[in-house]
């Protein structure tokens, strides 16, 4: 193994940090993972959706993809709507491959299949064990604080921080997140429905301005996303007595890091970048960098991490902002013309298969360890 041993100590254990230590451990390290919270995300608070072809291809050496394609819903249809009128329908299948283009997984299962495989190695993560401070002077030096109260130093050779947004790792490294902030609220719900529900398809249902997104979470479950604050009147409910089960807001930031590591600190997923849901990208490109980051790390290679990943990282936030915008427009002029265009461009196959590949994440590098990836 080339580095030899190395203590490697993971911040966060969402789906990011996760597979960056079922990776490394299926590789031989044994790293120490430790979160904030009580546990994995709650069930009923269904997050990240979507798991692309590229995720899949990801986490097939670790068995994890078999047993989401097995729990995942499969979208065999996109359509969009303006006025009851349909815009245009694209076909996911057009994309060719070993795996779905894109499927649906509520985060909270997800998350979950993730710790039952780690747990196979006997990883478990240290929930409820806080990173209180990290030093980036001379080497890392990290203080936790355990759930009983007492406090830990260690010096971990590799720290990773796949702790989020508010990133206590990044801010230890003296790393900035530059970027910005919409100005439009989105709001979400999760409906459940007393009857199955077609599960296969996403829809959008343009209002000018304003949009309300159908995703669905299960076969009894849907989500909408909207930017309309009274979104929920507005809703086409596929059967009748459906009941909100969580509701959301949030605002869109569209940042990331200029460098994704300081010398033995290395960022991934939400750490390291942020941007809108639109193309399902956010938790798909957390666990590719943390899949990049224990290839390298496994190679000895893990300062080319960073320079690495960067590129993906602005294509991806370039697509997702791409986007929004064209479902943000207020301008009534401006979303006519989108909505007299869009048809026409994506009936053009090269335009459909762009924005297909897209979101089956495989406008991204492929990764050289395993054979035949795209």
Known sequence: MPGGHRDILIAGAGATGLTAALELVRRGHRPRIIDSDEGPVPMVESRALGINARTLTLLSPSRVSDVVLQDAYRIDRFRARSGGKLLFELDP???TGRFPAIQMLAQGQTERLLLSKLSDYEVVPEWQTVLERVENTGGTHVVLRRPDGSAEELTPDILIGADGAHSAVRKGAGLGFPGQALEESFYIADFRYPEPIDPHYVEIDLFNPGMIGRLPVSSDTVRYLSTLSDFEKRIRHPVAGGQAVWVSNFRIHFRHVERMSSGNIFLAGDAAHIHSPAGARG???GIEDACWLAYLISEGREQEYSGLRLPAVKTVLK??????SLVTMRNPV????????MPIAVRIPF?????????AGYDTPPPPWIDGAK
């Open 351 to 359: 335009v459909a298969d762009r924005l297909l590949r897209g979101i």
């Open 334 to 341: 401006v979303t006519g013309l989108r909505n007299a265009l």
């Open 283 to 285: 938790m798909n490109l």
């Open 319 to 324: 697509q997702t902002y791409g986007l929004t």
């Open 93 to 95: 299948g057009r994309v």
